[in-house]
């Protein structure tokens, strides 16, 4: 039986997400709670229910599905009951306008292979598939069935937090062209009060990569008010010419995030900012470009 795993989008002609134009896959799961997480509907491990309150018509089809009596509809609005909810999705299944919906879907590697090929056309020299998230690099067994399916047609890219274990992606580092490997915050105290982790292990994976000769590009997700400070941004100049790296690729925040974590039942807390203007990110790149280091 190939191996299975969850998937919240299949997103294709992007062009944000590695050279040329690409499909990007965003797999269910991270080890990381940022707290400007712009995709938290791919957080958790397990599926979720998305509901989208401006979709939904209060038929009470859903209350009526559901045996669990998970579903209760106050005034303009459906509540689930997250200790009752067993996550059957049957409410999903007989939602009239798709104001509740899953997560994500259940893909084998053969299947998500077979999809994601169908683009190869478009990809031209440069483009390729970016395995995305969540974090796709704490899936290893199911890359190592998933990435021979696709390596030799196209290009693969990774976006990741860099918090996994190299041992365990042995098999799997050498299908990957071009990692996209961010840094948030250089002190691993700092890391860890806003994502939850500290950083060691995860600028260890990003030493050895360049080590082991694996192209590697950093970004920097910039928040303002939370990493956006000369101090952090120095230190982070510091690292990347410590790594012999002499290139950042700067992340603005949007409030993207914010939207979707209106619809999802998250232990993400919204923020409450704007997105980062042009004349903001403007500014930190030229601070990057006095400390020696070129942003894009
Ligand atoms: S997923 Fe199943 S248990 Fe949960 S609310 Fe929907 S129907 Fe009820
Ligand atoms: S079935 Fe869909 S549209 Fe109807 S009340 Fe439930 S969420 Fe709203």
């Not at 196209?154 to 274990?165: F, I, K, M, N, Q």
């Not at 995860?202 to 910039?222: A, C, F, S, T, W």
């Amino acid at each position: 039986m190939p191996k299975e795993t969850l998937i919240t989008d299949i997103q294709r002609f992007s062009v944000h997400d590695g050279p040329g134009i690409r499909t990007t896959i965003f797999f269910k799961g991270c080890p990381l709670r940022c707290k400007w997480c712009h995709n938290p509907e791919t957080l958790q491990f397990e599926n979720e229910l998305v509901y989208t309150k401006k979709e939904c018509i209060l038929c009470g089809d859903c209350k009526e599905a559901c045996a669990e009596k998970a579903v209760s509809i106050i005034k303009d609005k459906v509540y689930i009951d997250e200790k009752k909810c067993t996550l059957c999705l049957e409410c999903t299944q007989v939602c009239p306008s798709r104001a509740l919906e899953p997560a994500a879907k259940k893909y084998n590697s053969t299947d998500l292979a077979k999809e994601v090929l169908r683009d190869q056309d478009f990809y031209n020299t440069d483009g390729g598939i970016t395995l995305s998230g969540g974090e796709p690099l704490v899936q290893a067994q199911f890359l190592e069935e998933f990435l021979p399916l696709v390596k030799n047609a196209t290009h693969v890219a990774a976006e990741t937090c860099g918090y996994w274990s190299y041992e365990a992606l042995n098999n799997v580092l050498n299908m990957i062209d071009l990692f996209l490997f961010d840094i948030k915050a250089a002190e691993s105290k700092r890391h860890e009060e806003l994502t939850g982790k500290p950083n060691d292990m995860i600028l260890k994976n990003l030493e050895k990569l360049i080590k082991d000769g694996r192209q590697v590009q950093v970004r920097m997700p910039v928040v303002q008010g939370f990493n956006d400070d000369t101090d952090n941004l120095a230190k982070t100049s510091d690292l990347l010419k410590s790594f012999g790296l002499k290139s950042i690729t700067l992340l603005p925040y949007h409030t993207l995030g914010e939207v979707k974590l209106a619809k999802i039942n998250s232990d993400i807390s919204p923020l409450n900012i704007r997105s980062m203007s042009k004349k903001e990110l403007g500014k930190i790149s030229e601070f990057f470009k006095s400390c020696g280091i070129e942003s894009n």
